[in-house]
T-cell receptor
């Protein structure tokens, strides 16, 4: 199984809402990533978890809060977002650095619209 | 500042001909390079990779070439097929942890 799943596929939320994005993989990968992709732009790294610990936070605003409850799951909690946060949010997983190939496998993404 | 660049936003190729997608990078510390293919409304799909210790890697119709002195890599697709039409991103890895993506090249293969 080389699949990364993400739910929901689409999400529309107001600026005062609290919502969560979910990501799951069963490839035994111990590194998981959140990316944000705006239209016609490359994916931008937000967070990296390695062995369920946050290892990289690319100066992401605190209204985005990641969580890695176990080695298969990665959540992104959203609160008080702004309209400019509307984007495709991609989850990816891989073996931890230098412990296998560095190939990242991506989920299909969650299309987020903030009104 | 963009560390990985794809200077051609789009490319059109006749079916059966060769497609060549190019990518340049600025950081000589990058040690692993990947190409991803992306269809609309889907996440990127891994295509092929190359380690910095190699200069060529081939997988079926796809070949990636790495020129470290020029900080340049390219993806060759031969023969091109209509199903290859997609956006192609190159990505570079720094110590396997941080990935930097190019801006993408939209490939159209004309039947």
């Amino acid at each position: 199984d080389t699949e990364v799943t993400q739910t929901p596929k689409h999400l529309v939320m107001g600026m005062t809402n609290k919502k969560s994005l979910k990501c799951e993989q069963h490839m035994g990968h111990r590194a998981m990533y959140w990316y944000k992709q705006k239209a016609k732009k490359p994916p931008e790294l937000m967070f990296v978890y390695s062995y369920e610990k946050l290892s990289i936070n690319e100066s992401v605003p605190s209204r985005f809060s990641p969580e890695c409850p176990n080695s298969s799951l990665l959540n992104l909690h959203l609160h008080a977002l702004q309209p400019e946060d509307s984007a495709l949010y991609l989850c990816a997983s891989s073996h931890p650095p230098r412990e296998g190939t560095d190939t990242q496998y991506f989920g299909p993404g969650t299309r987020l619209t903030v009104l | 500042d963009q560390q990985v660049k794809q200077n051609s936003p789009s490319l059109s190729v006749q079916e059966g001909r060769i497609s060549i997608l190019n990518c340049d990078y600025t950081n000589s510390m990058f040690d692993y390079f990947l190409w991803y293919k992306k269809y609309p409304a889907e996440g990127p799909t891994f295509l092929i990779s190359i380690s910095s210790i190699k200069d060529k890697n081939e997988d079926g119709r796809f070949t990636v070439f790495l020129n470290k002195s020029a900080k340049h890599l390219s993806l060759h697709i031969v023969p091109s097929q209509p199903g290859d039409s997609a956006v192609y991103f190159c990505a570079a890895s720094l110590a396997g942890n941080q990935f930097y993506f190019g801006t993408g090249t939209s490939l159209t293969v004309i039947p």
